[in-house]
């Protein structure tokens, strides 16, 4: 029998999730009001369902190991959220929605929760503008659209490129007006070292007090993990060099079921690697595939600046072998077809390891536009290019900007440079329906899940699916199992050493406060010759070069071979700075590490077993003839959850994903 009860509900997929929510058991208010919410990590996902939670009832706490919530990293997304709201009357619906999202995650999502998302994306795109989130609207006053990879409709909202930032605000201001009205405490400047369990429940969690180094023990009824995804694990990735694996670690050793965790995400706009001193890299936003063409020299190995280049020596290699939807395919495609140029000669820059996105003939069209809607006839090729360059620089003039001052080239003038680079993450923890794991009472939102993306994430549905489950599903779903907690604690009210009157006190408590002490004084006592950062870098080498853009047998058999090598070497040669009880970074690097250091392990693991490509997973033994990710349907149609037994030992347990409402076939984009 299996472990994995997706729990989705009977009936049409398109009354699904109506039904469902109409008829889901409820608290009652005045019941609400005993009830303590644990949430950790304070991104969309996290603020969303914390003040959501609080303006209901419950008793919520918040923590973020940032300064603040508006630190979160989901303020880093630059190009926009999705919603089928069909503003531009091009052919878009729920169910259109519905279908790319299932083709994008190339067959490998489940069918409920993402026809679920599609449905309250609408309503994500109304919440926000009532809380007075600047979305780009049109001439006329009309929220604005921009074409995102692999759809051919238009229904990515935005805000110039920063809409991470005014959608973060939106629910950061949600949540500081539920701190300023007593509804929730924000433990800012903590981090979750573990997942407290009692009898197999979530009943709290142990944080360090980054400031203090204080340990500390905090009890909830119900526990929701909104951590992000784990793509630092490749040291070098757009991700903020604080995001980290080890609250949704922590949850899988106490028996949470790890999803998928092979399926990363490569993103083909990122500005390339310029040396070994990098510790991250940075995004162009995929709203620039919107208005760019990319192209390489039809000569290998061509060392003239792009600008010299005539129009009929460039190869337009994604417009050439996509013509359907162009420079929008998905971002596993155009990654790869960016890795295939350069690798086959045609890369440029000093590295030659770079594409070039190019905005030149788009600048001209929207000049052209500008002078017929000025009323000026016959405009010079240089004032068409002026024109076009204001209304480009409306759209996307930030990250403009922070293209040259990284670079020093001006992008208005010369193409830039981009090349793939790991972006987000669609494995997690494995959830069902209601977002809860194999835990009771141990929740993931966002990111930290894997539930809606299967082995690709189309661009602009990060930022939509944070916030579909912190505003949107877990506020009913967390009912249907609190209300059993009501129950409970009624039926625990006379008893002395009942859970909710030891709370903290409790045994289990002592143990995982231990636990981690312990830990935290292993790492010190090693005094080894080697810093932290040392093996992250290390290991960061291992992923990108055996489990990255492309996997085969004998490197992840290698990879893994070599990842516990590695560890076996942290634990016993590293060096951690500083003391226990105060301020230390080098002290919380070393815990992410050491959590890094066990989960590359698994990807290896999952991706050796995945005898297949989809999506981001791209094992090189099955391509198509063009190079294509060629799937194994037969054998492979299912989430790899796997439950943690002991070091580098896992077993594997499958959820058979049944498509009843999409044909299942090749994906194809030409």
């Known amino acids: 029998m299996s472990k994995l009860d997706s729990k989705i509900p009977e009936g049409p997929i398109d009354q699904k999730w109506t039904k469902y929510r109409s008829t889901v058991p409820l608290v009652n208010p005045a019941n609400k009001r005993s009830l303590e919410v644990l949430v950790v990590g304070s991104g969309l996902a996290g603020a969303s369902a914390a003040a959501t939670l ?53 067959y490998r999502a489940r069918e409920g929760n993402v026809h679920r998302l599609a449905e309250v994306s609408s309503n994500i795109i109304d919440q926000c503008v009532a809380q007075g989130v600047p979305l780009a609207r049109e001439y006329g006053g009309l929220l604005s659209n921009r074409s995102f990879g692999g759809t051919q409709v238009q229904r990515t909202f935005y805000a110039a490129g920063q809409t991470g930032q005014q959608l973060l605000l939106g629910a950061y201001s949600a949540l500081q007006r539920q701190v300023g009205m007593g509804a929730v405490e924000l433990c800012s400047r903590h981090e979750m070292l573990d997942v407290v369990t009692i009898d197999g429940v979530a009943r709290g969690i142990i944080a360090r007090n980054l400031v203090t180094g204080e340990m500390e023990k905090h009890f909830g009824h119900a ?40 399926y990363t995400q490569i993103h083909p706009t990122c500005i390339p690697v310029s040396g070994d001193h990098q510790s991250k890299l940075t995004l162009m936003s995929e709203s620039l595939r919107n208005d760019g063409r990319i192209w390489v020299p039809k000569k290998k190995d061509d ?33 790869r077809a960016a890795k295939e140029r350069c690798d086959a000669g045609y890369g440029v820059g000093n590295s030659k390891m770079a594409v070039y996105l190019d905005f030149a003939y788009n600048t001209a069209r929207y000049g052209r536009t500008e002078a017929t809607k000025r009323n000026i006839h016959n405009p010079s090729q240089e004032e068409i290019m002026r024109l076009g360059k204001e209304v480009v620089k409306e759209k996307y003039g930030n990250l403009f900007d922070m293209y040259q001052q990284i670079t020093g080239e001006n992008p208005y003038e010369v193409p830039m440079r981009i090349y793939p680079a790991v972006h987000y993450t669609m494995g997690g923890l494995w959830v069902d329906y209601n977002l809860m794991t194999t835990v009771k009472g141990l929740y993931a939102l966002g ?26 599903v877990i506020p009913y779903t967390i009912g249907v199992y609190l209300s ?129 490509s989809c999506g981001g997973h791209f094992r090189e033994e099955h391509q198509t003839e063009e190079g294509e990710a060629k799937r194994d349907d037969a054998n492979f149609a299912y989430v790899a959850a796997w439950e943690y037994k002991s070091e580098s030992n896992w077993e594997l347990n499958k959820e058979e994903l049944k498509y009843e409402n999409i044909k299942i076939a090749q994906r194809s984009y030409k």
């Open 54 to 106: 609080a303006e209901m009832g419950y008793k919520v706490k918040v923590f973020c190991f940032q300064d603040s919530p508006r630190r979160a990293h989901s303020i880093a997304a630059q190009g926009g959220v999705n919603a089928a709201k069909n503003y531009q009357n091009d052919g878009d619906s729920t169910y259109r929605l519905f279908y790319d999202t299932i083709k994008g995650g190339d």
């Open 303 to 335: 060392n003239r600046k792009p600008t010299d280049i005539p129009e009929e020596e460039r190869d337009y290699y994604l417009e050439r072998r996509y013509p359907a939807f162009g420079n929008l395919v998905p971002r596993d495609v155009a990654s």
């Open 223 to 262: 526990v929701l993990l909104c951590t992000g995804g784990y793509g630092n694990v490749f040291y070098l990735s757009t991700n903020a060099m604080g995001s980290n694996v080890t609250a949704a670690w922590k949850a899988h050793k106490k028996g949470a079921f790890f999803g998928n965790p092979c």
């Open 447 to 472: 990111e930290a899940n894997f539930s809606d993306h299967g082995a690709n994430r189309l661009g602009a549905s990060a930022l939509m699916q944070g916030l579909a489950d912190g505003y949107f």
């Open 484 to 612: 059993t907690e009501v129950t409970r604690m009624s039926a625990e009210k006379d008893k002395a050493d009942s859970i909710d009157k030891l709370k903290t006190k409790h045994p289990a408590f002592d143990a995982a406060l231990k636990e981690q002490t312990d830990l935290i004084n292993k790492f010190f006592s090693i005094k080894g010759t080697k810093s932290v950062e040392s093996f992250h870098k290390r290991l960061g080498l291992i992923m990108w070069n055996k489990c990255g853009m492309a996997r085969n047998k004998q490197g992840l058999t290698e990879a893994i071979t070599e990842i516990q090598a590695l560890r076996k070497e942290f634990w016993s040669d590293v060096r951690v700075l500083g003391s226990a009880d105060e301020f230390n970074p080098d002290l919380e690097k070393a815990g992410r590490v050491a959590d890094f250091l066990e989960l590359g392990e698994l990807m290896c693991k999952d991706a050796l077993h995945r005898e297949e």
